[in-house]
T-cell receptor, first 117, second 114 residues
């Protein structure tokens, strides 16, 4: 069975600080996808990134960067120079290889980030 | 707007009433997933449907919950005789085909049972 652990329940940082959100996953599959979603106070889910298990290259998108390490089953997310608008709940998620032709996404419990001005 | 649509966005029901949540997938998508997010928790898979077929309902509570995705019209998640514990956000996602394909999420329906 697949599992996603986000050990940090809540994090508070002061604006302009860097912050890293941890994500550790468990899966028996060799083929899988990892995701990060942002859920702002308004409640919708905003897709941030998808990474497949064969691509361990780190990715940077503006102030966001992701570090994928298969050796430690981790997919951590760093926000550089945080801003108040980054305040949200962030979810890490895992999708294993399709079983029966479809995939179920397993979400972590989320990390609530508060950026203080 | 060609995104996944859910309505209503907010739904208030008294205990014992029925709740109907609707999900219109993205244009061209024939695969629908429903997830539930209880307060302070992550999303949990409930059911996966294709047009006119329930493929996997392993995450659905055994009683009072049902889902359908008719040939025409939106997917419906139906909760009969709601209880306070059903209060949650219900998200729908759609994808265009089977296999590894990104699921696009709707904005969610927030159900409050009073």
């Amino acid at each position: 069975a697949q599992k996603v652990t986000q050990a940090q329940t809540e994090i508070s940082v002061v604006e302009k600080e860097d912050v890293t959100l941890d994500c550790v996953y468990e899966t028996r599959d060799t083929t899988y996808y990892l995701f990060w979603y942002k859920q702002p106070p308004s409640g919708e889910l905003v897709f941030l990134i998808r990474r497949n298990s064969f691509d361990e290259q780190n990715e940077i998108s503006g102030r966001y960067s992701w570090n994928f390490q298969k050796s430690t089953s981790s997919f951590n997310f760093t926000i550089t120079a945080s801003q108040v608008v980054d305040s949200a709940v962030y979810f890490c998620a895992l999708s294993e290889a399709p079983s029966g032709g479809y995939q179920k996404v397993t979400f972590g419990t989320g990390t609530k980030l508060q950026v203080i001005p | 707007n060609a995104g996944v649509m859910q309505n209503p966005r907010h739904l208030v029901r008294r205990r014992g009433q029925e709740a109907r949540l609707r999900c219109s997938p993205m244009k061209g998508h024939s695969h629908v997933y429903w997830y539930r997010q209880l307060p302070e928790e992550g999303l949990k898979f409930m059911v996966y449907l294709q047009k006119e077929n329930i493929i996997d309902e392993s995450g659905m509570p055994k009683e009072r919950f049902s889902a359908e995705f008719p040939k025409e019209g939106p997917s419906i998640l139906r909760i009969q005789q709601v209880v306070r514990g059903d209060s949650a956000a219900y998200f729908c996602a759609s994808s265009s085909r089977q296999g590894f394909n990104e699921q696009y999420f709707g904005p969610g329906t927030r159900l409050t049972v009073t």
